[in-house]
């Protein structure tokens, strides 16, 4: 990293200069959906079942002897009853088709030409949506499902013939949802079918530079970045100058991948061209990576930087800087800077945990999962997994006590779990072989055991573990157990008072 060394003050004096505070979400208002009588509706989707591979007379002649009211909801409804089975859908929206009175909108089709999609009736699916593009009843919807259920299945000459049929029914070429269609496949994995329909729409949708960066995007997110930087070359070629998002993407990619060298040349050239442009998230990449890895002192230039152009710090940037102090041992400046944290939230409490386990602290690390829980934040699956795994190893732990010898906790899981045979041939290779424990899985093991069976084995274990001497793992699985269980339960008892010692 070729930064202009200078004097580095202390991350908590620098961190002092603001006063942060976690960010809320506001809830989202969903709109109401209209009631559909259910009897009604299992009624029609019965016939729709039994009699769909009967002649159509027959079919509509059950149908209408089933009272029920046709709506755009219950048509729906339908739809949702058989996601995957053309059949019974276009059946029964053949019926609908002969019902005076009701008539289908953009909704209703893009519902029923998406169950289509899903069944790969790829004859009946072009179909449905020319017929679309006549009635008029197109949209930015119809334009994704096409187009992501084409491309998935490699139909290219499909996907751009739909952009020249779409003009030819007066929808005309439309750079905007290009876009938004380019964005849909390379969320989807579909990168590389991306690519193709824009350079095969190039001379009637001349693309720009947010095609371009979607196509980064695409390629970063399915880890090709040879075809990530011919995409960037072209980009350049024609003039378009990546976007930040972009940018961002290309470093994190870089990052993953471990060129940290590139990645970090990038950045030095951000720096240098557009400066003005680097926020928040830029930032807080480059010092998230420069802690896993270690770099302390870099991390706290680019913080220093990123302190003295006046961008608020926010609590994933703080939760960084507080693991890479804690992996390099300077636990002091570390609580330091999560004391004058005013608001911390769970990504902070992560950080902390994260880093105390990397220095074999698991004691120290559940002060902070109790402390975490006293200031009214809850943890999370990926919580517990950390502090099981720091209390037993990824691979368990040896040791003279039944309840602290994966052996035994594994075996018994196994026979618990219904599976005595596999029990019985792992203790037969462990014998026979030597072989060794092998990494256990802590999420499936919550997992299956968040039932309420699970809460009294918890308590039990929990409480047995306490009584042996491990207090802190004792009080992890009483915690699990009392707020993990199901999900009900964690919603009903998430005002109780917690366990001793900051429970």
Known sequence: MYMRRTIQKPLITLFNRFNLCSLTTLP???E??????????LRVCTVLY????????????HLRACEFHLTHEFFLQVCNKFPLSWRPVYKFFEFTETQPGFHHNSVTFNKMVDVIGRSRNIDLFWEVLQEMGRRRLANDKTFAIALKTLASIREMKKCVEFFHFMNAQGYGYSLETLNKIVQILCRSKLAVEAKEIVLKLKTSI????????????????????????????LMVDERFEPGIDAVEKMMETLFKTNRFDEAMKLFQAMRMTRIDEMGLPTYSLVIDWLCRTGKVSQAHMVFEEMLKREIRPDNKTMASLIYGLLTKGRVREAHNIMKGIERPDIAVYHGAIKGLLRLRKPGEATEVFREMIKMGCEP?????????QGHFGKRGRKGPHPLVNFDSIFVGGLVKAGKPLEACKYVERMMN??????????NKFLHYYSDEEGVLMFEEVGRKLREVGFV???????????????RGRRRDRGGEPGLENGF
């Open 380 to 388: 999370t699956m990926h919580t517990y997994i950390m502090l099981l």
């Open 32 to 41: 109401p959906i209209s009631v559909v009588n259910p009897n009604h509706l």
């Open 472 to 486: 802190d793992l004792g009080d992890v699985l009483l915690r699990y157990g009392e707020k993990m269980a199901t």
């Open 28 to 30: 989202q208002n969903q």
């Open 433 to 442: 072989r030597g072989m060794e424990v092998p990494r256990f899985d802590y």
């Open 50 to 61: 039994q009699q769909q591979n009967s002649p159509e007379s027959r079919l509509q002649t």
């Open 206 to 233: 001349p693309p720009n530079g947010v095609t371009y960066g979607h196509l980064i995007k695409g390629f970063c997110d399915i880890g090709d970045l040879i075809q990530a930087a011919k995409v960037w070359d």
